[in-house]
């Protein structure tokens, strides 16, 4: 997120409109520098797995003049805006608001909820309580939900004993490691103070703040993945471009053998991302989610254990 978030802020001011096809992701990043806060939820057809238009709500401090936000947004997004609507919204509706539309999900053995439908619990599902508020992390997009699966998938068959969650927003995905690896130690880490403050309240609701700290890091920058690395799994949802710039210092602190989820990357991003994480000896895994979002898995090899063996 670009601007800065108002301190006190009373009221946001929200644009929302539609784009029919599937190119606004691409535009997703210059309208983060233009805004507060993006979010885009994609409209489906029955008949299609792709989406067919996305509708895009971008927030802002101060009101926008109409005019000029929709040539704006038109520059962006490529194409003419015609349905653009701005409204005010009460800064703590909206926070209360995108809480209650936090809909229960299921992925693998997990199920997301906000406290409201702790009763919905099945049984035998993995519980992670989110109340993602102003923090990136209800369960809800399918980049979240790419690295949750391929959490539940690597639970399957490997134990972890140390977990990054760089850019963990909610904290979402360090209290899913959390909770498939119980002896493991977990870090969640966030760039951004909001971030942080949602995070560790969500991990001492769901019981697991001895299991899982809770850092404000930019990168692998913090003290406390320092000590704590080399990690068995690093878990990041970043946007491509970061993705690609952290692939030297993520490959640093992967163990041998470990594994490396990355997502919030666009089905045509994925090659790049791949030969960044490949020229640092990584090799490609798993790729999940849903189009179009991608999430990777890539796998540091076990060199060392692989010398002993040859040796
Ligand atoms: C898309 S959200 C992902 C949240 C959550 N992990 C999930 O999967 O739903 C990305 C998060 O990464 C954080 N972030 C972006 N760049 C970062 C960086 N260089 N270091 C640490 N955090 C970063 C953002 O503040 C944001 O909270």
């Known amino acids: 997120m670009a601007a800065d978030w108002p301190a ?16 606004v992701p691409e535009s997703l990043g210059a309208l983060e520098e233009a805004a507060l806060s993006v979010s885009l939820f994609a409209i489906e057809e029955e008949e299609s797995a792709e989406p067919v238009a996305w509708q895009v709500s971008a927030f802002f401090a101060e009101e926008p003049d109409k005019a000029a936000l929709g040539r704006e947004l038109g520059a962006i997004v490529g194409r003419e805006i015609a349905d653009l609507e701005i409204d005010e919204v009460p800064a703590q509706d909206w926070v209360a608001a995108s809480a209650m539309h936090q809909e229960p999900v299921q ?6 909820h906000a406290p409201k439908d702790r ?10 309580e989110v109340e993602a508020g102003l923090a990136f992390g209800s369960g809800e997009h399918a980049t979240t939900q790419a690295c949750l699966e391929a959490i539940d998938r690597l639970a399957a068959v490997r134990r972890c004993r140390t977990v990054l969650d760089l850019g ?6 360090a209290m899913g490691a959390a909770r498939v690896w119980p002896t493991a130690r977990v870090i969640a880490a966030d760039n951004d103070p909001v971030a942080v403050r949602i995070a560790r309240e969500n991990v001492a609701k769901n019981g697991l703040a001895a299991r899982v700290a809770v850092a404000l890091s930019d990168g692998f920058r913090s003290d406390l993945i320092r000590r704590t690395a080399p990690f068995d799994l ?12 952290l692939a030297p210092a993520l490959a640093r602190r ?55 063996a040859a040796g």
């Open 234 to 245: 690093i878990l990041a949802n970043i946007l491509a471009d970061p993705l690609i710039d």
């Open 168 to 173: 963990c927003g909610s904290a979402i995905l």
């Open 119 to 128: 009763g919905l619990l099945p049984p035998d599902a993995v519980p992670i």
């Open 8 to 23: 006190a802020a009373q009221v946001l001011w929200r644009a929302r409109f539609t784009v029919d096809g599937s190119p």
């Open 107 to 112: 992925v693998g053995r997990f199920f997301v």
């Open 254 to 308: 992967l163990a041998p053998g470990g594994f490396a989820v990355l997502s919030g990357l666009l089905d045509r991003q994925a090659e790049a991302v791949t030969r960044a994480y490949v020229g640092q000896g990584l090799r490609p895994h798993a790729r999940l989610g849903t189009a179009p979002w991608v999430g990777l898995v890539l796998r540091k090899p076990q060199r060392l254990a692989r010398r002993r």
